[in-house]
């Protein structure tokens, strides 16, 4: 089959900085932002994500990772920690695109880690292609969406600049374990067809999948041509992976307001409302792609759970990505009753 457009990047960039004497694999991601195509410009080193500072960040680099993120062209390339300070290594700075290239990494800038910088220069990036998704990093070409985080949900990828779904004929649980491990999400729990997650209004790209297995990314799966299929959207498919991240709202009729559940140790379990605030709802509103917080309920207004109280004392600062990112108790250390368990309501609530 044709490979997903810039498909060799699907999950990794390949590149060279010109004069670091450094070939690998770089990863790239924009964060702290209510959508994938803006936000702190990240990339992924030993292991480790870390910032670009803003020391000749310009338009022409800014360019460069939008277009490797799929995300059209560049509106911004702000500096100054427009969106937020990041808290790990900056791993680059003195970035100099000629906005040819094909990645981030392709372009020059001094070797991994040497830097005269501190975060308060973090560089971002505004691209035109502005979706309004959670600053959470989608690799290029494929996402999972409509489910209770980025690994769970309707599969979808692109092609030719336009994102459409996969049809579930022949779709199994080996298909569901490569898209788990091109996201990062660990292992396929399962492969659910019959559009479990909602129907898509786009393009059926992809049809009649059938991986070995050990595929780098769902485009090296074996497949009819781009857009040939006998599908409706009635069969969408989807993908549940064991790293479906551990966050959710339930016991309301909109997936954008209800009681906090959190996935800890494979079991859910709510969250008190010791300290429990606007700041806090705000963070789980922009993980599930909700908007901001309306209101952050306490005293159990969306029910009471059954199941442990996983977080007490929860005090986020408002930027983090994740609310398992905010400062809180251990997981499962709290003084609470199920009468505490705290709710939220975002912006982008509706009732079904």
Known sequence: MLPLAWSCLSFYSLGVFAH????????????????????????????????VCDDSWDLQDA?????????????????????????????LDDVNCAGTEVALSDCRARPWGDNNCH???DAGVVCSGNLHLPPLFIPLGLQLVNGPSRCAGRVEVLHNQQWGTVCDDSWDITDAGVVCRQLGCGTALSAPGGARFGQGSDRIWLDDVNCTGTEAALSDCRARPWGENNCNHGEDAGVVCSEVAQLRLVNSRSHCAGRVEVLHNRQWGTVCDDSWDLQDAGVVCRQLGCGTALSAPRGARFGRGSDRIWLDGVNCTGTEVA????????????????????????SDFSVS
Do not use: K, M, Y
């Not at 360019?63 to 791993?91: E, K, N």
């Not at 199920?338 to 975002?346: I, L, T």
């Open 20 to 51: 670091s004497g450094i070939s690998e694999l770089a990863q790239l991601r924009l964060v702290n932002s209510p959508s994938r195509c803006a936000g702190r410009v990240e990339v992924l080193h030993n292991q480790q994500w870390g910032t």
């Open 323 to 346: 609310l398992s990112d905010c400062r809180a108790r251990p997981w499962g250390d709290n003084n609470c009753t199920h009468g505490e368990d705290a709710g939220v309501v975002c």
């Open 63 to 91: 360019g460069v990772v939008c277009r490797q993120l799929g995300c059209q062209t560049a509106l911004s390339a702000p500096g100054g920690a427009r969106f937020g300070r990041g808290s790990d290594r900056i791993w």
């Open 119 to 121: 975060h308060g220069e």
